[in-house]
């Protein structure tokens, strides 16, 4: 089994910026893809960016330019920064990792931007 656990949501006012950690634990013997998805209120859940072990990079149009994910392999955890953060980033943020061959979870975090 592989656990993830996730830090660094909470409340922002539009322009801020968060910083999310998320660490992955447990039998690892082969962790590929980590990232990020959100779920806003009253919509589905999407991807929000990812990043593999070899550091290939994707993210979705809309933090293009405001999110930077990043890794540490040695230590399974991957990073999210946001920055200029708008009020249509407020969501639960989850992250995912694809290890041992499976897709695994955390249990979310939330982000919320407002003043």
């Known amino acids: 089994q592989v656990q993830l656990v996730e830090s660094g949501g909470g409340l922002v006012q539009p322009g801020g910026s968060l910083r999310l950690s998320c660490a992955a634990s447990?039998?690892?013997?082969?962790?590929?893809?980590m990232g990020w998805y959100r779920q806003p209120p009253g919509k589905q859940r999407e991807l929000v960016a990812s990043?593999?072990?070899?550091?290939?990079?994707r993210y979705v149009d809309s933090v293009k330019g405001r999110f930077t994910i990043s890794r540490d392999n040695a230590k399974n955890t991957v990073y999210l920064q946001m920055n200029s953060l708008k009020p249509e980033d407020t969501a639960v943020y989850y992250c995912?990792?694809?290890?041992?061959?499976?897709?695994?979870w955390g249990q979310g975090t939330q982000v919320t931007v407002s003043s």
């Open positions: 990043i593999t072990s070899g550091g290939s990079i």
């Open positions: 447990g039998s690892i013997f082969s962790i590929n893809a």
């Open positions: 995912y990792t694809f290890a041992n061959g499976e897709n695994y």
